[in-house]
């Protein structure tokens, strides 16, 4: 399915990529068009392939629980996450069930899935209100590392120990990460 032509805005028309042409105000006083999907997400990717709508927003109705925000990285669809403690935007979720070192995803969920290993985190210099939430699903121990002299709230390390665990992590722009 090809990604749909792109439509100005400047005459009020609504749709997919959207372009602004010079009148940037405009956006700014009324609502965004966001597209909206009324099957629900199990359906989404078939109907609306996250490859052809990569950078794009939808609507999917979850009935039970209202419409929640889809975003496409490229190569699928995420809730689109307000953050609650740092930043907003889609969370990248990750699985990983031996030794990682995490990229610089922004609002990266690492699910850990082996049983004893270390997950180092990205510099705390990638940027002030970047965060990471890593979640133990497995038996064993995952270390957390900061990345060389990196602290975490004041520590080298920090340990999940306890089945189905997480730590969520922010960074401060300079050398920590702090526990949220």
């Not at 794009?56 to 403690?85: K, P, Q, R």
């Not at 080298?156 to 990460?177: E, H, I, K, P, Q």
Request: aromatic residues 8%; contains cysteine.
């Amino acid at each position: 399915m090809a990604r749909p032509t792109r439509l100005t805005i400047d005459n009020g028309t609504l749709g997919w990529d959207a372009s602004v042409n010079t009148n940037f105000q405009y956006l700014l006083d009324r609502p965004l068009a966001i597209a909206l999907h009324a099957g629900d997400q199990t359906d989404l990717e078939a109907t609306f392939p996250a490859a052809s709508y990569d950078k794009c927003l939808i609507w999917v109705d979850h009935t039970v629980n209202g419409w929640t925000l889809y975003y496409s990285n490229g190569s699928s669809w995420a809730e689109f996450s307000t953050g609650g403690g740092g930043g907003g935007g889609p969370m990248t979720v990750q699985s990983v069930s031996t030794t990682d070192t995490l990229d610089s995803d922004e609002n990266l969920l690492e699910v850990c899935s082996g049983t004893t290993y270390t997950v180092t985190l990205p510099s705390a210099a990638v940027g002030a209100g970047h965060r990471v939430t890593v979640k133990r699903t497995a038996s064993g121990t995952i270390t957390i590392d900061g990345d060389s002299s990196d602290t975490i709230d004041g520590g080298a390390t920090f340990d999940l120990d306890v089945s189905l665990m997480s730590v969520s992590l922010v960074s401060d722009g300079t050398s920590n990460w702090h526990i949220v």
